[in-house]
């Protein structure tokens, strides 16, 4: 069965969402699950009055079968108790949409999970938390690892590897990453934009919401930004070929492809 | 011929009537087979040998430098299985461009299992290999090396005579899958230094089920079929008379429409990228500015998965692909993307159109009227997509 053979019902829902939107309050909690990397993100809102789930909403990023399940369960739930809402199983939500691909039932089933972490967050207390509401400079100081201790780093210095600032034309066309070390990279990853179409800016603290934060004209730029991510290393024989990177947030590792590493010291 | 907007000529083409025609007879009367040696088989003979002539002529070789094969998925397995056997005791190296076609890739894959090393070249931003950084690659024990003409995703053209000049006088074979780039870009093998090249029937607009194996003079390769020693023994099996006899016709039809069909689809795809980048924001074309096949645009949008593109499109009855890991079976996205240095929730927003020999104005007036409301649309269910409408630092 090809990928994308869904059913009327899943595609009906994937045309038609129910319940998108967001929500807040001291009544409202949230639940995360997914990851950008893998394709899906979803985020459920549930509004909660007398141990009941009076009112939810669902943001999500993904493919047709992850919007669909992502509406299916807000219709399925809306009203239940959270005791019948935490019984809702991935299966439940496939069966209501008269079922789903099967190598779409695992990854981009994931509305029941967010639901269920939702109801969590509420029962800890944590009604009226937005989920990783960011607080610059939160991460601890042992997430910047010193450049040296990056594997493969020192093996490709004068071959894509830059411990000073490079000449910017050196650079043209190139796919750069510049590793975050305060000011200094902010700037130079912003200048390098006019010499080339991709800069990727690596740091390992959370998205800064701060208006006076330095990293924040970042966000308007065409700098491609990692944040909580942390370099783990550099691959190439020759020359830099890739970088493998540790995704602190989720923590999962991937690679990208870039010519040169900037660490300024 | 398409009747609704099909804007995915890359992954299937339909056959020229005029090939259909041309095919026909040898479905009932003309049905002999060449290896017979009474008349209706000398008829069978006669039509083969034209057909190979007419291919041969298509991009500038010998007739007897054609093999037929069931396909380019065979042609590449001929090519490297089939020049590796022959040639082992020369070395055990081969380098591959890292954005090849995935039947090469995977043909390096079984190749590893033999005990063959094998040696991925990375692309810049572009999706381009450069012939500085294959040199840097090659070693005494390298045996053949293997790019693609185009890329058939990003349209992204190589710089195939400049790496056949490099490669020129060192002993190194190198392979050329051209089926992306076949009916798009002139293709002379008197001009370029290419020893094995792939083609497809049907990327000419010929019959699916048959392709063909450059395999210039001198070079030697082990069959990988092994059968009635048809194909000079190269590729065993009775002849697809009908199928042989469409690709000629198709590749006569090429070598007089190849401008004509470039002049027409160039500028619809011009319009697509200039207007689709213009209405959308946050859109992005994939691989080189110019470099690229004259049929191809390339897009990626910020914050929207490909599958959900795609299935609104179908909805609006446009066809289009998708580099996004949710329409393949692994799941995983695009390896071209990835090697261009895209980060993977950029390669799972991707969108493919290719235009073709019936692609007209008005196709590109429909995705133009439908795409920016579903884009939109998808941006306002995703969570990566924030107030002020610019995604940034999401991860």
Redesign the interface.
């Known amino acids: 069965m090809k990928s994308t053979q869904y059913s009327e019902k899943t595609l009906d829902h994937f045309r038609h969402p129910r319940n998108v939107g967001t929500m807040e309050g001291p009544d409202v909690a949230v639940g995360k699950v997914g990851n950008p990397v893998c394709g899906d993100l979803m985020y459920m809102y549930i509004r909660v009055k007398d141990d009941r789930i009076a009112d939810i909403k669902f943001q999500t990023f993904g493919c047709g079968s992850a919007v669909a399940t992502s509406s299916m369960t807000t219709e399925l739930v809306k009203g239940m108790t959270l005791d019948e809402a935490m019984k809702v199983t991935r299966g439940n939500v496939a069966d209501a949409l008269d079922g789903l691909p099967l190598i779409k039932m695992h990854c981009s089933n994931l509305a029941a999970d967010a639901l269920h972490e939702a109801i969590k967050a509420w029962r800890e207390g944590r009604g009226g938390e937005v989920p990783e509401a960011p607080a610059p400079g939160a991460v601890k100081e042992s997430c910047e690892l010193p450049p040296t201790t990056v594997e493969g780093f020192d093996a490709l210095v004068g071959k894509g590897v830059y411990r000073q600032e490079p000449d910017p034309a050196e650079l043209k066309d190139r796919r750069v990453l510049v590793l975050d070390r305060g000011e200094r990279s902010v700037k130079l990853a912003l200048a390098l934009t006019e010499y080339t179409g991709r800069v990727v800016f690596m740091s390992p603290y959370k998205k800064p919401e701060a208006k006076d934060d330095f990293r924040a004209p970042l966000k308007r730029s065409d700098v491609k930004v990692l944040y909580e991510s942390q370099l783990l290393a550099v691959i190439g024989e020759f020359e830099v070929e890739k970088v493998r990177v540790h995704d602190l947030n989720e923590n999962e590792e991937y690679e990208l492809t870039v010519d040169a590493v900037v660490v300024l010291e | 011929m398409p009747a609704n907007v099909y804007l995915d000529y890359q992954s299937s083409k339909p056959v020229d009537p005029r090939v259909v025609e041309a095919m026909l007879p040898w479905f009932t009367d003309r049905f002999g087979n060449p290896n017979s040696l009474h008349q209706d088989g000398d008829e069978a003979t006669e039509a083969l040998e034209r057909s190979r002539e007419r291919v041969a002529r298509f991009i500038g070789a010998e007739k007897d430098e054609i093999v037929f094969t069931g396909g380019a998925t065979e042609s590449n397995n001929l090519a490297l299985l089939g020049y590796i056997a022959r040639n082992r005791r020369k070395g055990d190296h081969v380098v591959i461009a890292e954005v090849e076609h995935i039947s090469v890739h995977n043909l390096a894959k079984a190749l590893e299992k033999q005990g063959i090393k094998v040696t991925r070249v ?1 692309v ?2 572009f999706g381009r290999v450069s012939p500085a ?1 294959l040199r ?2 090659i070693k005494d024990e390298t045996l053949l090396v293997s790019v693609g003409w185009a890329s058939s995703e990003i349209g992204t053209v190589q710089p195939i005579r400049e790496t056949a000049d490099m490669l020129r006088g060192s002993g190194i074979a190198l392979h050329v899958d051209a089926v992306a780039a076949e009916g798009l870009v002139s293709i002379d093998m008197r001009e370029v230094g290419v020893d094995l090249l792939t083609l497809s029937s049907n990327d000419i607009y010929g019959p699916k089920g048959l392709g063909a194996l450059y395999v210039r003079k001198g070079v030697h390769v082990a069959p990988v079929i092994i059968g009635g020693g048809q194909e000079n023994g190269l590729r065993s099996g009775t002849e697809n008379m009908p199928a042989i006899v469409g690709m000629a016709e198709a590749a006569d039809i090429m070598v007089r429409e190849l401008s004509e069909d470039v002049a027409r689809m160039r500028p619809l795809r011009d319009r697509l990228v200039r207007e689709v980048l213009a209405a959308i924001p946050d859109s992005h074309l994939n691989g080189h500015p110019t470099e690229r096949l004259s049929n191809n645009a390339h897009f990626r949008f910020e ?6 593109l ?3 499109l179908k ?1 609006k009855g446009v066809s289009v692909s998708t580099g ?6 692994t ?1 995983e ?1 695009s390896h071209t993307l ?4 895209l ?4 390669a ?1 927003g991707s969108l493919e159109f290719t235009f073709g020999r019936w692609s007209k104005p008005s196709d590109v007036d429909r995705v133009l009227e439908v795409l920016p409301g579903i884009v939109a649309r998808l941006r ?5 997509y924030d107030m002020d409408n ?1 995604l ?4």
């Open positions: 990375p810049d931003q950084k840097a690659r914050a929207v998965e490909g599958e959900s795609l299935l609104s909805d996004s890991a949710c329409s393949s079976k799941l996205p990835l090697s261009c240095g980060l993977h929730e950029e799972h306002a269910l995703s969570p990566l610019k940034k630092g999401e991860h």
